[in-house]
């Protein structure tokens, strides 16, 4: 039985190298991840993101947030978002925090893939921060955006082992493969309604997957 989706457009806001976006959009174009994936947002020019957009044929826009208040950059990119009729917004390496109008008007409709297995390792430097502890074991984390940093609930995790033969470059590139693989999982998920936040006995908000 096809499943009757809820969230059917969305948009993807990088700032870097979108090896993250080119999984979404092979995802997409496969049909994995039922929905369409409508623009792609830059707040840097020169993000290579862009350019894997426009090979896609996926409309895509550099905001620029030189010169203008967090808040107006956002408020920016809240109205591509209106225009386009955005259902909910993917972070595949975008490297701003989002806390004004944009997570206002998309709570709980925010996903962010973070290079760490959270709550250890918040911050910009996931796998940098986790080799230099010597941590044995790493990982990525799906979650969504709330007004913290990096303290949404969480919607999936990947482990990353580390193995002795490992250098940072080695433990890092196993761990993007690994978002590769989890990151489209819980963005089918999400698109398919089956993502459920909930308030646990300790009143965290943590989620489900259901069938
Ligand atoms: C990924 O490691 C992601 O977890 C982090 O930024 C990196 C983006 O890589 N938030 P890419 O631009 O998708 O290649």
């Known amino acids: 039985m096809k499943k009757s989706l809820i969230n059917k457009r969305f948009s993807v806001l990088v700032s870097g190298n979108g090896t ?55 408020e920016k990119i809240l109205k591509i978002m209106r225009n386009y009729k955005i259902d909910f917004i993917v972070l595949a390496g975008y490297m701003r925090i989002i806390k004004h109008s944009l997570l206002e008007e998309y709570k709980d409709r925010i996903i962010n893939i973070h290079p760490a297995l959270l709550p250890s390792f918040p911050g910009q430097n996931g796998y940098e921060d986790t080799w230099n502890y010597g941590c044995k074991i790493g990982g990525c984390t799906v979650h969504f955006i709330d007004s913290g940093v990096d303290t949404g609930p969480i919607i999936a995790q990947g482990v990353l082992l580390r193995i002795p033969t490992d250098t940072f470059e080695s433990f890092k590139k196993r761990g993007l493969e690994i978002e590769h693989y989890v990151f489209p999982r819980a963005i089918k998920a999400f698109a398919e309604g089956r993502v459920e936040i909930y308030t646990n006995e300790t009143g965290k908000r943590v989620t489900r997957i259901n069938e």
């Not at 991840?33 to 830059?42: D, F, G, H, Q």
């Not at 090979?55 to 967090?70: D, H, L, M, Q």
Request: glycine share 2%.
């Open 20 to 74: 993250n976006l080119q999984s979404i959009i092979e995802n997409v174009k496969s049909g994995f991840i039922p929905a369409e994936l409508s623009v792609v947002i830059s707040d840097s020019k020169e993000a290579f993101a862009l350019e894997r957009a426009k090979k896609a044929n996926i409309p895509s826009f550099f905001v620029e947030r030189k010169e203008i208040s967090r808040a107006e950059h956002e």
